[in-house]
């Protein structure tokens, strides 16, 4: 995974849309628009410490997985700290997710949703009392027959909906 450096600054593509991430030799674009963006995302903030921070954590906590390569986890690591730190709140939508019932608490950040046509692997960037924000991880996820999130879109539910998954040490690569 690269190791966030000082020089890193959040830009605004106009042309793209979108958030870019500017490390120097190469540009990291974010599927974040404009509009979703917070007002200090737009005024092109450099990659902080609480960034380099957020985004190192998720890094190395991905890792103990080990379902995804280097490059990947910096993808989600990347975009997670986006979502953190310079997307507008987004209202919860927990009606398209099946609530959990079972015993097992969750304890993980990796966490799966259910909707009613297909479960899917979620990372929960954001938790407060109630509801939790989620960066999907799956290619594509069908909310219903009409919706679907695509990977890395964020959508909110309330913790009632969150199944736990194996833990980071006995979480197995799916096929």
Not at 15 to 20: F, G, I, K, S, Y
Not at 30 to 52: C, G, I
Not at 62 to 80: G, K, V
């Amino acid at each position: 995974m690269l190791q966030a450096q000082r020089h890193w600054q959040w830009q605004i593509s106009s042309e793209q849309n979108r958030l870019v991430l500017d490390m120097g030799e190469m540009q990291f674009c974010t599927p974040y628009k404009l509009r979703q963006l917070t007002d200090e995302a737009l005024s092109e903030p450099q990659f902080n410490l609480l960034d380099a921070d957020f985004y190192k954590q998720v890094g190395e906590y991905l890792s103990t997985f080990n379902l995804w390569s280097d490059a990947q986890i910096c993808q989600i690591a990347l975009n997670a700290t986006a979502v953190k730190h310079y997307l507008k709140p987004v209202l919860a939508k927990s009606w398209f997710f099946a609530p959990y019932t079972g015993r097992d608490i969750n304890q993980e950040a990796i966490v799966s949703l259910t909707s009613q046509c297909q479960s899917g692997q979620f990372l929960i960037v954001d938790c407060a009392d109630g509801a939790s924000v989620c960066l999907c991880l799956e290619p594509h996820f069908a909310l219903d027959e009409n919706l679907s999130l695509k990977q890395f879109e964020v959508i909110k539910v309330l913790n009632n909906r969150i199944h736990p998954i194996l833990s980071a040490q006995n979480q197995q690569k799916r096929a």
